[in-house]
């Protein structure tokens, strides 16, 4: 018997796709955010569960030292806030989760608990929070200070901030809300109380100044690969998005997720771990073949974007010979499960080996036609155990309407088929629409 | 002759309508925070040509208050009130000219996060969005962020002025021709235009630059409504409209030629700033039904729900608990470290021997009281128009939609007709069509 599976879509809020075919007209019109509204519509028509938006806040300047290859190949700036986003897809879709990024280093914790309570009640019960640490220098020193905390730190720090954030969600009663006209009164006080959080690093009286969330809190979404980003899923997420390369290091990522929640108290089938795919999809294997090697191979900008990608965490990947093997890099306070990863692949591939043929972050190479890839899946997630994927276009300046409806209307319908998706939504709420049966 | 042509805008915030009226549905006195009533609000606002809608905000729940939730809670005076940068892209995305303002604290939000948001939403509305600068007036504001005690009166505004430039400088950071968008030679943006604005003043360290491209307007529309000698100061520095709500023509005539002067002083031409006055319009059929809804809020049972919750408000605003002072005598000396003007004006309003119960009943932010038909209600603002110099109204008061329609198309139209109000948008953007005239 088989069961549904759980999708995602990751995206970031940035240029689509420029100078590629079936790029936009307009290189510009993704400010506007009409196409990823546009999107979230497309999303929800084909039954996927949730879009998850992806943030940063810094131009990188590590790529070769200066901000001039960041701007060439936009992988992570220009980006727009994805809140004001999520706000609008809410407004332009009915049943689709919207899960949107925000860090914990650089929120008030009041600000975001208010932000993500104001987005749920417009939703009507439909956002999640995906937790993040923020990891770069740079982003710190937009925010005052000089460095970003270290690794281990940010996580300690994280974990005290969604105890603060989730108590300030339960500052009110789910049934303070009373309108009794009669007496002329709106809200039962009784049912409010501050929270008088004082912790180690963080500290607010409360109570939040919004009503009882429709879904109580967000639903808590997080991506951490290194320890104590396992920790902290394993400890409050209800969705786990994770790129671990390969069936078998995708089984031992989610074991020991599933471990840690039991070591937690938590029931581990209340957390679903999504693996990320970018599945290249044709009408024969050819077809699909010959797509990723336009993509991956023959695409000047592919290596280009890659080596910019990687390079966002204090590494400028520029100094490497991309004909050799990637020598010692040292511990640094950021990425390192990015670096491990790859590593892990071949310490005596060449860097153009390692990072060619594929997707730098994906869980699985999928190419080919829509049976060969889903029978790929059920492969992977019968030996992995569940719970499903999601879906990544790669970062800016790749995402195409052309490449969403092959994945939407070639490969979902293939999943719809063999009972691995549905396209409805039975419930009103995104947590109970992801979680249960 | 009438006055010159003047602007419309709309005070409103993101919370409960005015729920207790028999003219509020019940589904919108509930569901409010899903959106829909704020969206049909903005259209409405649109048909009638409004320049803008100014969505107020704070940061707390109130127990000032005989020490109690109680008062805020029962007549949702400042709780709940759901955040505005949510709310902002259902009203612009339901619109296409109307422009709107979203209040967001200088004390609370981090510079960047506020500069980035901000730029989001310009480029989503088409620039069509304006910043409400506040500092926040409250402890109890200040103690949901962590803080003990709100930073003094005067130093907020210096912590303000420098915000403001810090946030001037990170819209500034890309040039406006920096998107060069040229696929021949791959770049997206040219960098040579991207600047960091490293910043170290006494209050902000922001290194930047921002991380997203430059907006449709540069920036938003700098809206202000400080009446203090130094929130004036600051105003006539930044503002490009103000909300102002003096007491008579008089004092609203000597309101606008002081910030005119201040503005003079400092080199600004003080057209380039438009001062919106504060009205609570009733408009009824008839002069005498007008007269007769505002005669129905002298009943005694109607005077005592007033009086409790403009208690609560003071209270609330002004960090002092007027539950403990009695009510059949004079209003006692009061000063407040949070919203001066505000108190001042309710002290004045007890000259002459009145009790604090009797302008408690009384009292309501209004620079003139206007009550009667649609065209004396016009008439009347033609003529304080012409006597106060411009530069047009902000409408507050009680939110239903039968009060919205009583304005959009009951006065409006009025005003229409004697040329006094716009009848068409000439320009995309909200600074150009406020700038118009």
């Given amino acids: ?437 | 002759m009438g006055a010159k042509p003047f602007h419309l805008g709309w005070f409103m915030s993101f919370r409960p309508p005015a729920w207790n009226s028999p003219f509020c549905a019940p589904v919108d006195a509930r569901e409010w925070a899903s959106g829909d009533f704020y969206v049909d609000f903005a259209r409405s606002l649109e048909r009638a040509r409004f320049d803008y809608m100014m969505i107020e905000d704070s940061s707390m729940v109130s127990d000032i208050h005989a020490g109690s939730y109680e008062i805020d809670l029962k007549h949702a005076l400042y709780a709940p009130k759901h955040d505005p940068v949510a709310l902002v892209p259902w009203m612009t995305g339901a619109t296409t000219h109307l422009g709107v303002v979203a209040t967001m604290s200088a004390s609370f939000y981090p510079p960047f996060m506020l500069a980035r948001t901000m730029t989001t939403l310009d480029h989503m509305s088409g620039g069509r969005v304006g910043w409400n600068i506040v500092t926040s007036s409250e402890d109890r504001a200040a103690q949901n962020y962590g803080l003990d005690k709100l930073y003094e009166h005067d130093e907020r505004y210096d912590r303000a002025d420098e915000f403001v430039e810090v946030v001037e400088k990170l819209w500034d950071s890309w040039e406006p021709a920096a998107l060069v968008l040229d696929c021949d030679s791959g770049k997206y943006a040219d960098a040579s235009k991207v600047h960091p604005i490293n910043h170290e003043g006494r209050y902000f360290k922001v290194r930047g630059p921002m991380n997203t491209a430059r907006s449709p307007q540069g920036r938003p529309v700098f809206c202000q409504a400080g009446g203090s000698p130094r929130g004036r100061d600051f105003a006539a520095a930044h503002a490009e409209t103000i909300i102002a709500s003096a007491q008579g023509v008089a004092a609203m005539r000597e309101f606008r030629e002081d910030i005119r002067h201040r503005m003079a002083e400092r080199g600004r031409n003080p057209d380039d700033c438009k001062i919106l006055f504060v009205v609570n319009p009733t408009v009824g059929a008839t002069d005498a039904e007008a007269q007769a809804v505002r005669e129905s809020w002298t009943a005694p049972a109607v005077q005592r729900y007033r009086a409790e919750a403009a208690l609560g408000h003071l209270s609330a605003l002004t960090e002092t608990d007027f539950s403990s002072f009695p009510l059949d005598q004079p209003i006692p000396d009061v000063t407040t470290n949070g919203h001066r003007s505000t108190l001042s004006d309710f002290i004045r309003m007890g000259t002459g021997g009145k009790t604090l119960g009797e302008v408690a009943a009384a009292w309501s932010i209004e620079s003139v009281p206007l009550v009667g038909s649609p065209a004396t209600i016009a008439a009347e603002m033609d003529e304080v128009m012409q006597e106060v110099g411009g530069d047009g109204f902000l409408i507050t008061g009680a939110g239903t939609r039968r009060y919205i329609t009583e304005i959009t198309d009951g006065l409006v139209p009025a005003l229409q007709a004697r040329g006094l109000t716009r009848t068409a948008y000439s320009h995309t953007t909200f600074r150009d069509n406020l700038m118009e005239f």
């Avoid at chain 1, 860097?351 to 036609?369: D, N, W």
Wanted: aromatic share 8%; glycine share 8%; net charge negative.
């Fill in chain 1, 1 to 437: 018997m088989t069961k549904r599976w759980r999708y995602g879509w990751f995206v970031n809020f940035m240029p689509t796709a420029w100078k590629t075919p079936w790029a936009q007209t307009s290189p510009r019109r993704w400010l506007s955010g009409e196409f990823y509204i546009e999107m979230a519509r497309m999303l929800e028509s084909a039954g996927i569960d949730f879009i998850m938006l992806e943030d940063s806040v810094t131009v990188p300047d590590t790529f070769g030292g200066s901000m001039d290859l960041e701007l060439m190949y936009t992988t992570r700036s220009p980006k727009n806030d994805p809140i004001p986003l999520a706000s609008a897809i809410a407004a332009g879709t009915r049943h689709l989760g919207i899960v949107v990024t925000m860090s914990t280093t650089l929120y008030p914790p009041w600000m975001l608990a208010r932000v993500l309570a104001s987005l749920d009640h417009l939703s009507r019960g439909r956002i999640g929070w995906n937790i993040v640490t923020s990891a770069e220098d740079r982003a710190a020193q937009n925010f005052g200070m000089d460095k970003i905390f270290e690794h281990g730190h940010r996580y300690e720090r994280a974990h005290e901030y969604v105890d603060l954030v989730r108590q300030l969600w339960g500052a009110w009663e789910p049934d303070a809300l009373v309108m009794d006209r009669g007496q002329g009164r709106y809200v039962d006080h009784t049912k409010v109380r501050h929270i008088d959080f004082a912790g180690k690093w963080f500290k607010s009286r409360g109570p939040l100044n919004t009503l009882p969330l429709p879904q109580g809190h967000p639903v808590i979404a997080q991506a951490g690969g290194s320890p104590p980003g396992r920790g902290l899923a394993a400890a409050e997420a209800d969705v786990i998005v994770s790129a671990p390369k390969g069936i078998a290091s995708m089984k031992s990522y989610r074991d020991d997720i599933r471990q840690r929640m039991e070591q937690v108290g938590r029931d581990p089938d209340s957390c679903k771990v999504l693996y990320m795919v970018t599945p290249l999809v044709g009408e024969t294997m050819a077809d699909a073949q010959a797509k990723a090697r336009r993509m991956y191979d023959e695409d000047p900008d592919a290596i280009m974007r890659k080596l910019a990608l990687m390079s966002s965490a204090q590494i400028d990947y520029s100094q490497f010979d991309l004909d050799a093997p990637l020598p010692d890099i040292p511990d640094e306070r950021g990425g390192q499960s990015i670096v491990n990863e790859l590593r892990k692949q071949g310490p005596d591939k060449t860097l153009r080996k390692l990072i060619s043929g594929s997707s730098q972050s994906e869980s699985l190479t999928l190419i080919g036609t829509p049976e060969s890839i889903v029978d790929q899946m059920e492969e992977a997630m019968a030996e992995v155990g569940g719970d499903g994927f999601l879906f990544f276009a790669g970062g800016g300046g790749l995402i195409t309407r052309h490449y969403l409806t092959e994945i939407l209307d070639g490969l979902m319908p293939e999943l719809s088929r063999r009972g691995l998706a549905r396209d409805t939504y039975p419930h009103q709420l995104f947590r109970d629409n992801l979680l249960l049966p």
